[in-house]
């Protein structure tokens, strides 16, 4: 990533957004890859990696609830934020830019329900 | 073809339950729209129409008529376009899955600098720290550009309209003609199709919009104001050197100028310049002023035969830019003042596009789908019109000019909690937010007071 023309550049490990904390904003990634990790107990547990033209934080800014888990640059990441006043100004005119977000978040309701199927097999066995 | 008929497709009953008029006039399978302008406006239109098409699964065929070639440099293959992507317009595309290329941004803005007359200079960041403002060559670059590493931001809309489906006829559209089956559209080497729908996406420099007068259409076109932009080679150590990633803004006391601005770019840097009848007289004005002086090398001099042009933007947006068949979006139709035209050229293009796809394409339809868009930047722009008033109204008061001043350093060096001048200017030279937006932040007790009280601490020479 020689020359950084729009966004800004995370390094690797950098934390991007933090477990718990509140948020009004959401990020699309525009060159390399995140992940997504939450802390369970002890333990933290890589829930997703995230690539180019992906987007995540979109949560907080439709539930008003806090941060569900902690993201980090995975190498470098070059990230635009997305204000949430400018995003839901633009919604209120265009209901349709909703719908990514809608097409994205149905993606990954199907994996985890895919993902719950496999535990609770892996339970039954 | 489409047909004047009650019949619609499945695809159209389905996706227009609520909001059907029965003028029985939509797009069908099969039919046929013609984008007269391959702009920004054309290609988010074509883009967004085949878009929306397939997901209520239907085909459409799009022809968009663009004699430009974007890879040609000079005029040959440039839309006369200062070339800023507005922080807003970066985030919604990025919402849409559009990311702009490295090799088309130019440079990424994160900040602004504001030079006034009195020679005071502020440096105003994004709220960010992020670049989130895109500098790009609407052309493949000035005519001096051989060999530039740099592509057309108008050449890569283009590409994704292309991807999505959409046919380019690289032909200059001669004649328009309404018939009884769709609209007539001709090309200079006499080649005539047909097609259900014409979206007009040309920009006010054309006098295309000339042969439509026939059509004896309700439609007139935006009322218009010249600009002058022209292309300063630096190159790229030097643009760095002098200019940054910063935007400068002049706050000039030269007659009839009504925004001023260097933007830098890859190994250029573009002057902007807009107002009222700016001429030869008002550039060598500005390009003297000591304010601008100090932002270009001190052994820079105006190369002979630079790219320049004198284009005329829109000013007051188009009366009913729609008829049956016939939608008028981007410049042509109503546009924002002085800022974000590719940021408008989305908003109508996108807007149009449901319209066509979700309403029809009859006049109602567009009345009703379309123009409360066009409305509304219109209306946004009447305010925007007393903004600019009041800032050129400020700007020539000294007081009040240096409390302002006063009131952004403040804000800047880190001693205010709410950066509310800061964010009033930013969004005001950047376009970010709606002039209504803008206005109504200054009206607030709490701004007043801190400009009054930054008013009289400018007026009594007192530093912070």
């Known amino acids: ?125 | 073809m489409a047909r004047a008929s009650s019949k619609r497709s499945i695809a159209a009953e389905l996706s227009t339950p609520s909001v059907m008029r029965d003028s029985g006039l939509c797009l069908e399978d099969g039919s046929r729209v013609a984008v007269m302008g391959g702009g920004p406006a054309g290609s988010f239109f074509a883009y967004f129409l085949l878009d929306m098409a397939r997901m209520v699964d239907l085909e459409l065929q799009v022809d968009i008529y663009e004699p430009r070639d974007y890879t040609k440099i000079g005029p040959a293959g440039c839309n006369n376009c200062g070339g800023i992507v507005s922080e807003s317009l970066v985030q919604h595309l990025a919402t849409e899955g559009i990311t702009l290329p490295d090799n088309v941004v130019q440079r990424g803005i994160d900040s602004y600098v504001m030079h006034t007359m009195d020679g005071a200079t502020v440096h105003i960041d994004t709220p960010l720290g992020e670049k989130r403002i895109a500098s790009v060559h609407r052309g493949a670059g000035p005519r001096d550009a051989e060999g530039s590493c740099w592509s057309s931001f108008d050449g890569f809309l283009q590409s994704l309209a292309i991807e999505k489906g959409a046919n380019v006829v690289r032909k200059r559209i001669s004649d328009v003609a309404l018939q009884p089956v769709g609209v007539r559209v001709s090309t200079r080497d006499e080649d005539v199709q047909i097609y259900d729908l014409l979206a007009v996406a040309v920009g006010v420099n054309t006098g295309i919009l000339k042969t439509l007068d026939k059509l004896d259409l309700q439609y007139e076109p935006p009322q218009t104001s010249k600009t002058y932009i022209s292309e300063l080679h630096l190159g790229r150590d030097r643009v760095v050197k002098y200019l940054g990633s910063s935007m400068h803004v002049f706050l000039l006391n030269l007659p009839r100028l009504e925004f001023s601005a260097l933007i830098p770019k890859g190994d250029y840097v573009t002057l902007c310049l807009l107002g009222e009848d700016i001429d030869g007289t008002m550039v060598d004005a500005f390009l003297d002023a000591p304010q601008v002086k100090k932002c270009l090398p001190p052994d820079w001099k105006r190369p002979e035969g630079y790219c320049h042009c004198s284009p005329k933007i829109n000013v007051r947006g188009a009366a009913r830019p729609f008829a049956d068949r016939m939608v008028f979006i981007g410049d042509c139709g109503v546009t924002r003042l002085y800022k974000d035209g590719i940021g408008a050229a989305y908003r109508t293009a996108k807007a149009a596009a449901r319209t066509a796809i979700h309403e029809g394409i009859a006049a109602d339809d567009f009345q009703h789908g379309y123009w409360p868009t066009c409305r509304s930047l219109d209306r946004d722009n009447r305010v925007g019109e007393f903004v600019f008033t009041m800032n050129r109204f400020l700007q020539k008061l000294k007081p009040a000019r240096l409390g302002v001043t006063r009131m952004v350093r403040t804000e800047q060096e880190g001693n205010s909690s709410r950066p509310r001048m800061s964010m009033v200017m930013w969004d005001l030279f950047t376009g970010s937010a709606p002039y209504k937006d803008i206005l109504f932040r200054t009206l607030r007790p709490a701004f007043l007071v801190n400009l009054f009280w930054n008013f009289a601490a400018a007026a009594l020479g007192k530093r912070d």
Request: hydrophobic share 40%; net charge neutral.
């Open chain 1, 1 to 125: 990533m020689a020359k950084i023309t729009i966004g800004k550049l995370y390094e690797d490990g950098e934390q991007i957004v933090r477990e718990g904390e509140t948020g009004d904003c959401m990020y699309v990634i525009q060159e390399g890859s995140v992940e997504v990790v939450r802390r369970e107990g002890a333990k933290e547990v890589q829930l997703a990696v995230l690539n180019a033209g992906d987007f995540f934080g979109e949560m907080a800014i439709f539930d008003r609830e806090k941060r569900s888990a902690t993201v980090r640059a995975l190498g470098e990441a070059r990230l635009l934020t997305i204000d949430k006043k400018t995003f839901l100004r633009r919604i209120a005119e265009d209901a349709s830019l909703a719908f990514r977000i809608t097409q994205k978040m149905s993606a990954r309701i199907r994996e985890l329900n895919a993902e719950v199927g496999r535990l609770r097999s892996a339970e039954s066995d």
